[in-house]
């Protein structure tokens, strides 16, 4: 099993342009989320969906937008790239029900110039 | 709302010496405790659960509900313990599966 696979890992964007990070997972998880590490900040809950097309915002969804229309896929777009979405972006992804365990991809840091 | 707090970002200790990492919360229902490690170029995975109530890799944690708290304790740290550590809490009423992660503490351990 690859578990949660993230694409691209590195990115730099020019402020304006556009881009779609790319979370797939092969664990047959319901529940998938997309989170941002700032430093000093820790870990921010921008999206998330508890099933195929069935998303919601989390803490800081500005500027950005999710898609789930399946239960292996759940892309983050990022809209009018803006400085302040520089950051490293981790897509999550854990089997309904409960409490249980967060399996993470390995991250997408995305640096606008 | 609920919220995490980790107080130290950096904690810096000798191998053998023991550590704790500090952990807080805020959160009005029965939360659910985690502590979650990056270590160097590897992915965010899970250390312990407080329903576990195990020891892995030497560390142990213990919920403290009168003090809302969720220390990581550790007797003697290895040099292979340096990473960044997460508390996370899960809300047992939020089924939507949302967890609220602390800011992180980096620990270096030097030999």
């Known amino acids: 099993n690859a578990g949660v696979t993230q694409t691209p890992k590195f990115r730099i964007l020019k402020i304006g342009q556009s881009m779609t990070l790319q979370c797939a997972q092969d664990?047959?998880?319901?529940?998938m989320y997309w989170y941002r590490q700032d430093p000093g900040m820790g870990l921010k809950l921008i999206y998330y969906?508890?099933?195929?097309?069935?998303?919601d915002k989390g803490e800081v969804p500005n500027g950005y937008n999710v898609s789930r229309s399946t239960t292996e896929d759940f892309p983050l777009r990022l809209e009018l790239a803006a400085p302040s979405q520089t950051s490293v972006y981790f897509c999550?992804?854990?089997?309904?029900?409960?409490?249980?365990?967060?399996?993470f991809g390995e991250g997408s840091r995305l640096t606008v110039l | 709302a609920q919220r995490v707090t980790q107080p130290e970002k950096l904690l810096s200790v000798f191998k053998g010496a023991p550590v704790e990492l500090k952990c807080n919360y805020s959160?009005?229902?029965?939360?659910?405790l985690f502590w979650y490690v990056q270590y160097s170029r590897q992915r965010l995975q899970l250390l312990l659960r407080?329903?576990s109530r195990e020891s892995i890799k030497g560390f142990t944690a213990d919920l403290n509900k009168g003090e809302t708290s969720f220390h990581l304790k550790k007797p003697f740290a290895q040099e292979e313990d340096s990473a960044m550590y997460y508390c996370?809490?899960?809300?047992?009423?939020?089924?939507?599966?949302?967890?609220?992660f602390g800011a992180g503490t980096q620990v270096v351990v030097t030999p």
């Open positions: 999550a992804s854990r089997i309904t029900g409960g409490a249980g365990e967060l399996f």
């Open positions: 664990m047959n998880h319901n529940y």
């Open positions: 407080h329903i």
């Open positions: 969906s508890v099933g195929a097309g069935i998303t």
């Open positions: 996370a809490l899960h809300g047992a009423t939020d089924s939507w599966g949302k967890f609220q």
């Open positions: 959160y009005s229902g029965s939360p659910e």
